[in-house]
């Protein structure tokens, strides 16, 4: 059975570290890779640039989104993921700093799966996580 | 008595022509010129009338008795038309008695209105300027209103960036802090713990603090609404839903009914929170705690109020009250961020009204508030 893989899209390398803890405190049978800019995300997952040898068949799970990113902005990153038919299925959590309403309407209207504060609490962000993880990977169907 | 056609006859006169030797050229540009001026009189006299009755000109009265002065005066100089082949003198001699005393009438009519007429054009002049005035005070309102929506979204674009850019490195304090508690913990001695606890406690804290300035700040931009808001409703809400956060307590809400203020249903529910919250907060060590919300009559105006029986405070302090980030108890008694009463004040001003309190200490606290 192929593996689990979950797609991390995150600048920031302490709440990068703080994700990868929490992910391993949740015990998920699955690999993480990290992508730390929006151009990054967009090559690994339409296999091109330094991804260009990756298995297009080979989805994420699902995918961590932050929405301030470098080179490429989140948003846009999600408006090219939901325009790709290789990937317009893939769910993406939006995983944030921001409470501004207009990032969150923004981040559906592109069609975020959904839209999460990054709490600044280290239970409540450790929690988040592991619910976040455990709702995709273990409820929801694949498709 | 000469009757009326005798009057038009000729009655032996010479016909003017006979002064002019009937020298053709001076003849018809003596009846050329006078045609000219009458016909031009004849209209002028036509447009001052219309004017007189379509705009209504003040001092109608000497514009009526002007036209006719002139309308005489074409009539005489069609006369004199008339009669250069016609002699009829006398017909003449009284369309100018006729044109004299409208004249002498106009003239007459006209002196005792001289300082009238001069004061209107007076007022017009101040009425010009001060349309001038209001002209460059509304361009300036207008810059100022351009300056303050720039300002308002200089405030926006940086509360999204402290939504950002604050929360992130409290996040590592908080999460690291916590990671060295739980992969080394047991490997500190208790003070580190105790000392890395405190960081953990201070970074929410800080967290706690930038939330309460963000709302503070959202709660005050944009634009406030002005509908009927039923208080007594919003507070019912309030108490239930502090009552369910700690169903053990026994407090008793008294609220009045019914009362229903014009302003914005989201900024009033807020600050309603924040006095509610204080009062259920300040009561929390108190026996038999109440809290009431009602209406007051007082000088025309209507003051509500929310008193508890709770611990009160000092009134000395009391100017200190509604300042950002101002407690008047330990945090550890009764916590807190000391920001709820700037926002009650921010969003009451708001409102046009104003907010002050009245305690006791140990007898509890009344806020007021009007809108």
Known sequence: ?????????????????????????????????????????????????????????????????????????????????RANPATIYLPVVVFTSSQESRDINAAYSYGANSYIVKPVDTTQFTDAIKQVGQYWLTFNEKL | MKSLTSLFSASGFMPHGHCYLWNGPLVWTMVSSDFLIGL???????????????????????????????????????????????????VSAFVKIVTAVASVMTAIWLFPLMKRIMRLACEVKVSDERRVMLEDLTSKLRAKTVSLEAVNQELEAFCH???????????????????????????????????????????????????????????TRGDILNVPVNLSQLVSGIATDLQATAPQRQVSFVIEDDLIVRGDPHLLQAALVNLLTNAWKFTGKTENARIEFGKKDEDKAFVYFVKDNGVGFDMQFSNKLFGTFQRLHPEREFPGTGIGLATVQRIIKRHGGEVWAHARVSEGATFYFTI
């Not at chain 2, 004849?42 to 009755?53: D, E, G």
């Not at chain 2, 580190?192 to 201070?202: E, K, L, T």
Request: glycine share 6%; with cysteine; aromatic share 10%.
């Open chain 1, 1 to 81: 059975m192929r593996e689990n893989k979950i797609l991390l899209i995150e600048d920031n390398s302490d709440d990068e570290e703080l994700t990868l803890r929490a992910l391993k405190k949740g015990q998920f049978s699955a690999t993480v890779d990290v992508v730390r800019d929006g151009a990054e995300a967009l090559d690994y997952l339409f296999c091109r640039g330094t991804y260009a040898k990756r298995n297009s068949k080979d989805l994420p799970r699902f995918a961590f989104l932050d929405l301030k990113l470098p080179k490429i902005d989140g948003l846009e990153v999600l408006k090219q993921i």
């Open chain 2, 40 to 90: 031009a009189y004849a209209s002028i006299s036509i447009c001052l009338y219309l004017l007189v009755r379509r705009i209504k000109l003040p001092f109608s009265g000497m514009f009526l008795a002007f036209g006719l002065f002139i309308a005489a005066c074409g009539l005489t100089h069609f006369m004199e038309i008339y009669t250069l082949w016609i002699p009829a003198y006398w």
């Open chain 2, 161 to 219: 960036s402290v939504s950002h850019d604050l929360r992130a490195p409290l996040r590592s304090m908080m999460g690291f802090s916590n990671s060295v508690l739980d992969d080394f913990g047991d490997k500190l001695e208790p003070q580190a713990r105790a000392d890395i606890n405190r960081v953990i406690n201070a970074a929410k804290k800080m967290g706690d603090l930038v939330d309460g300035l963000l709302n503070l700040s959202k709660l």
